[in-house]
């Protein structure tokens, strides 16, 4: 087994009694609370659209969010449940609202700003060259 197969396998959920925890994570994160947000992440993926996919991963418990059919979208829960967030792959949070449509929506505002702002920058490069 190489170091890369051995530290992933540390982060494999064991299922023993009450708890769903990996040797990685080690705090004794529960089957319930997997249970529970492996259903959320399915509601919010279904409540999303068709293309719509549950995410569900561990780190001192269990979290949850979708992510669109356009894989790098994601939208996730804050740990309270009272705002939502879209990311977007390494650009992070570009929206956050109080429904997962909003905060969608949101981002879509954001990203059609930024892209504005280059517009501006490519029209300057342009008129340079
Ligand atoms: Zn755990």
Do not use: F
């Amino acid at each position: 087994m190489s170091e890369t197969e051995h530290d992933l396998r540390r982060w494999v959920p064991v299922h023993q009694g009450d708890t769903y925890c990996s040797p990685g994570c080690g705090v004794g994160c529960t089957w319930a609370s997997y249970v529970e947000a492996r259903d959320k992440a399915t509601r919010l993926a279904a409540e999303m659209g068709p293309d719509w996919k549950p995410r569900v991963w561990e780190n001192l418990g269990w979290y949850w969010s979708a992510v669109g059919p356009e894989a790098h979208v994601e939208i996730s829960p804050s740990p309270r449940m009272d705002m939502w967030s879209c990311s977007v792959g390494d650009r992070g949070v570009l929206g956050r609202g109080n429904t997962p449509a909003v905060a969608l929506r949101a981002a879509i505002a954001c990203a059609s700003q930024k892209a504005g702002e280059w517009q501006e920058v490519v029209s300057l490069l342009q008129r340079a060259a």
